[in-house]
């Protein structure tokens, strides 16, 4: 790395200084105004904290005192911010409950799906904090396993889990989530409509049996084609291709705006399913039932 920056101090205000005078010479180094004076010195305290582009490859390490320090409501922006514009942050010698602490800070100030992996018992406040938490499992017992959202064996295969396994996971999400929510929104739209022509009697349009087979039968084929066929690449070109897991970390398959379109189809759809056959056999019955 281009430079590490050590905050071991005792006090606040040494704390303080230490991660000032970080960001100040990241930002001299990438040709920024060494006077800038970050927001959170003057008391703003955003909602989000963006990303500043900083030339070069820096590392933070600071210790379990210090962190105490940082950790605090007047200074954990400034934390934040300094930590943001390294590559690397490494905190060591902290509690468990420190370690919660800087995963929840990222959680509250950052757009970002975090992660947490640990292989003991001193990590499970850690990886319950975090969005997605994974245990390794191995001799420091089965506590970080048990708290998991997932587990393997050994560390090296968080880039398969990620990569492969956790990219084909949000893809099969986004279709079935997308398909259910179809099927479902346009079997209730299609009980709406017929509501208006039956006094809202609560009269159902469908068959018996063909409730009974909707979900049983109709639209189970392409679940079950979706699961067969769900793996768009191998997992191979998933490892060897890491920018196909950008669609996910930007929600580009699922989203509010999929959501309404899945919506505005399905309404579309019990339109038409209703109101053809409606308007087929609106005149092909005479008073008197022939």
Partial sequence: MDDIFIVAADSPEEVGQELRDASMKMRLDSGEDAFFIPESILGNNPKVVQDENVNGEYGLVINGHSLAYALEGSMELEFLRTACMCKTVICCRVTPMQKAQVVELVKKYKQAVTLAIGDGANDVSMIKAAHIGVGIS??????AVLSSDFSFAQFRYLQRLLLVH??????????FLSYFFYKNFTFTFM?????FFCG????????E?????????????????MGLFDQDVSD????EY?????????SLYFSKGAFIKCALHSCYSSLVLFFVPYAAVRDSVSTDGH
């Fill in 138 to 143: 191995g001799q420091e017992g089965m506590q």
């Fill in 166 to 175: 956790g990219r084909w996971s949000y893809l099969r999400m986004c279709k």
């Fill in 191 to 195: 009980h709406f409509w017929f509501a």
């Fill in 200 to 207: 809202f009697s609560a009269q159902t349009v469908y068959d």
């Fill in 209 to 225: 049996t063909f409730i009974a087979l909707y979900n049983l039968m109709y639209t189970a084929l392409p679940v079950l084609g």
């Fill in 236 to 239: 191979g070109w998933s490892l």
């Fill in 242 to 250: 890491p920018q196909l897991y950008e669609p996910g970390q930007r």
